[in-house]
């Protein structure tokens, strides 16, 4: 049973950073596309950032560039979203899902199975 738990969140002021954890079980991240997303209150889900199964390629978000990194941890089976110079409208529950490769790139290809999601909130 493929599980993503994520953790991380919290209260931030603005100009501060986060890292998000996105701990996987059941299968190994390496093997999948790996994505973030986000959802504020009244707005549609997005997808902030994603990391590719098959060569490592990291995409994000242009409301994201520059302030966000992607990585993936193979021995803790985690990938991680490092955000800084947080702002306001980053205010959101954050969610990890993992796809098949191609999910990065492809809209065929969907992501298949989603954490439970953590809060960020970004706010003086």
């Known amino acids: 049973q493929l599980q993503l738990v994520e953790s991380g969140g919290g209260l931030v002021q603005p100009g501060g950073s986060l890292r998000l954890s996105c701990a996987a079980s059941g299968f190994t991240v390496d093997d999948y596309d790996i994505g973030w997303f986000r959802q504020a209150p009244g707005k549609e889900r997005e997808e902030v950032s994603c990391?590719?199964?098959?060569?490592?390629?990291?995409y994000y978000a242009d409301s994201g560039k520059d302030r966000l990194t992607i990585s993936r941890d193979s021995a803790k089976n985690t990938v991680f979203l490092q955000m800084n110079s947080l702002k306001p409208e980053d205010t959101a529950v954050y969610y990890c899902a993992a796809g098949s490769t191609g999910s990065c790139i492809y809209t065929s290809v969907p992501f298949h199975s989603w954490g439970q999601g953590t809060q960020v909130t970004v706010s003086s």
């Open positions: 990391i590719s199964s098959s060569d490592d390629d990291t």
